[in-house]
Structure formats: C-alpha cells, structure tokens
Nanobody, 125 residues
Framework: VQLQASGGGLVQPGGSLRLSCAAS????????IGWFRQAPGKEREGVSC????????YYADSVKGRFTISRDNARNAVYLQMNSLKPEDTAVYYC???????????????????WGQGTLVTVSS
C-alpha cells in the first residue's frame, strides 16, 4: 500500500508547516506510520513514527521538540506538524507504513514495503 504525503512548500527559517498523510481504501488507524525525508544527495532517514496500538510517538533526535506526529482516525489521516523549521529540514518528505517504532529512527525504513509520492519542503529565506 502506498501512502500519499502532501502539504509541503516553501517556508522561511523559523516557520511552520503541517504535512498530511492519506490513503484511499486503506485504514491508517490499524497501521504503524512513519514519516521519512530525503535531502538532496543524502539517504532517506526516519523522522517520526506513531504506533498503531497505543498511539505512542517517536522522533529522530534532529527533530525532537520541533516536530509532532499525530493521527486523526475520523479523517483517516496522519499529520506531521513541523515548527521552528531550519534550512537543514529541506527535503522530500514521505509517509509510509512501518513497524517497531521503539527500535529507533535508523531502523524504520527497513520495514517499509513500498514508497508513495513525497512532498517537497524547502526552508529558505
């Protein structure tokens, strides 16, 4: 199943954006969902993860305290609220089903079966 990320754009340093993750014909509440990003010339990395069973959330150290992952079961959506954005947050952001959030951000990509279309976030003045 491929998930669709949206909500990216151009924002100034210190600004905020909210990304959305949606799926048609697939219920997100029963899945563990991860947000990932890939900057130019770099490998894709885990950003945040939310567990299906209890809603526990996990974050990469680089975004802890600035990003918040949440889930809206009524809308069948998962969000990534990004505050205090920095130029180094510039990347294409993806959402995907994953597993075992507690293993840490460096592991989440291993459990992704397929990648959908990402959304570009550019942080620049």
């Amino acid at each position: 199943v491929q998930l669709q990320a949206s909500g990216g754009g151009l924002v100034q340093p210190g600004g905020s954006l909210r990304l959305s993750c949606a799926a048609s014909g697939f219920t997100l509440r029963y899945q563990t969902i991860g947000w990932f990003r890939q900057a130019p010339g770099k490998e894709r990395e885990g950003v945040s993860c939310i567990v299906n069973s209890d809603g526990s959330t996990y974050y990469a150290d680089s975004v802890k305290g600035r990003f918040t992952i949440s889930r809206d079961n009524a809308r069948n959506a998962v969000y990534l609220q990004m505050n205090s954005l920095k130029p180094e947050d510039t990347a294409v952001y993806y959402c995907a089903t994953t597993k075992f959030c507690s293993l840490g951000a460096t592991t989440w990509a291993r459990f992704v079966a397929s990648w959908g279309q990402g959304t570009l976030v550019t942080v620049s003045s």
